[in-house]
Structure formats: structure tokens, C-alpha cells
């Protein structure tokens, strides 16, 4: 069975591109610290950096927040579609 997915204006959908690199350029850091972590020891003044580590991951959070609570007024308004993903697409 189709599900009914949201149709948003592209514009909408804008912000990801600079999201998911913020977001994979925060993961890089995380992963850098840990494998520092894990082979030289935690460093001293470690908890400003996992301060600094939250607020650079609020902005990314409440930006993806911000999109979701688009797509749900979209949906809520009514702007649904259906997808059809394979061949048994029906033609009318």
C-alpha cells in the first residue's frame, strides 16, 4: 500500500545541504576527540569542550526541527501525495 508523504515547496528543503554538512563536520569532530580520548586519555579542561560540543549541535538540532515542523503544517494542511516507488504504477 502507497503512503502519503508531504509535497513542500523545494525552498523548504533548502537548508538541508548546509544541515547534513554541519552535522557530518560535528560527527567528524566527536569521532577525532573520542579516538584522541580513547588512545591519549581524556584531556584536562575536557568539559568545556563537551560544553562547546552542545552548543555547536543546538543550531544543527533546531534547524532540522525547523524543517519537520514545516513538513507537519504541510501535512496538516492537506499538501499530501503519494509516491509510487516501482513498476505497478497505475497510469490515469
Known amino acids: 500500500m502507497a503512503t502519503a ?9 533548502d537548508e538541508l ?9 560535528y560527527q567528524t569532530l566527536l569521532n577525532s576527540w573520542i579516538r584522541c580520548a ?4 581524556i584531556p584536562p579542561g ?5 560544553a562547546g560540543l552542545n552548543l555547536l549541535f543546538e543550531p544543527i538540532l533546531s ?4 524543517i519537520q515542523c514545516q513538513v507537519q503544517q504541510a501535512r496538516e494542511m492537506g499538501l499530501v501525495g ?4 516501482d513498476s505497478a504504477v497505475p497510469e490515469g
Open 82 to 85: 503519494i509516491a509510487f516507488f
Open 17 to 25: 545541504v548546509p544541515l547534513n554538512t554541519s552535522l557530518e563536520a
Open 63 to 66: 534547524g532540522y526541527q525547523k
Open 5 to 13: 508523504y508531504p509535497i513542500v515547496p523545494a525552498d523548504w528543503l
Open 46 to 50: 575536557s568539559q568545556a569542550f563537551l
Open 38 to 41: 580513547i588512545s591519549e586519555g
